[in-house]
């Protein structure tokens, strides 16, 4: 298993701001991912971060307005940019820990972010 | 724990034919999410059933959901190999956590 420490847990931010939120794992992992999942809603996949290359980013979500860097095997951070209200959210981070029968993914606690 | 279980916990079939996974929970939920997960991927969301709705529809996708029973169940009609991935169920209970299965691995054979 994975145990996943993010910082901040949360925050509130003015809108224009950015704000970047890191991911720290207790051991190393190849891939990490973010998600979003806004009140009420379902979680949403950002990017999938892999250290040493760009994180590869789902549809509707770009590199400008959420850069992230992957400087390790243990770490990551995302950055939320020039922040609206509609990015009031949790942001989690994951970890996979591939298994035989199983493929399980281990989440960071959330970063609640509050855009006023 | 919360946490769901899915069954069977590997399934192999043909494409054309139909998948069905169960989902089972053991505490009320505000609503039931099932996960797709391709091998070195993310989790993507497939659809979302709440706890007052019986049956959705998405695509070849169809979840039902049986609150008395907990349990829940995901079927992939008239498979293709694209299908190949992880399913995973999830239950919100609406405390802005989600508690995921262990996940069903299917294989779907050319």
């Known amino acids: 298993s994975a145990v996943i420490s993010q910082k901040p847990s949360r925050d509130i931010c003015q809108r224009g701001t950015s704000l970047t939120i890191q991911c720290q794992v207790d051991s190393q992992v190849t891939m990490m991912f973010w998600y979003r999942q806004q009140p009420g809603q379902s979680l949403t996949l950002i990017a999938t971060a892999n250290q040493g290359s760009e994180a590869t980013y789902e549809s509707g979500f770009v590199i400008d307005k959420f850069p992230i860097s992957r400087p390790n095997l243990t770490f990551s951070t995302l950055t939320v940019s020039n922040m609206s209200p509609e990015d009031s959210s949790i942001y989690l981070c994951?970890?996979?820990?591939?298994?035989?029968?199983?493929?399980?993914?281990?989440f960071g606690p959330g970063t609640r972010l509050t855009v006023l | 724990s919360q946490q769901g279980e899915e069954d069977p916990q590997a399934l192999s079939i043909q494409e054309g034919e139909n998948a069905t996974m169960n989902c089972s929970y053991k505490?009320?939920?505000?609503?039931l999410q099932w996960y797709r997960q391709n091998s070195g991927r993310g989790l993507v969301h497939l659809i979302l059933i709440r706890s007052n709705e019986r049956e959705k529809h998405s695509g070849r996708l169809r979840v039902t959901l049986d609150t008395s029973k907990k349990s829940s169940s995901l079927l992939i009609t008239a498979s293709r190999a694209a299908d190949t991935a992880s399913y995973f169920c999830?239950?919100?209970?609406?405390?802005?956590?989600?508690?995921f299965g262990t996940g069903t691995r299917l294989t779907v054979i050319p």
């Open positions: 505490t009320s939920i505000n609503n």
């Open positions: 994951s970890v996979d820990d591939r298994g035989f029968f199983t493929d399980t993914q281990y």
């Open positions: 999830a239950t919100d209970n609406g405390a802005n956590n989600l508690f």
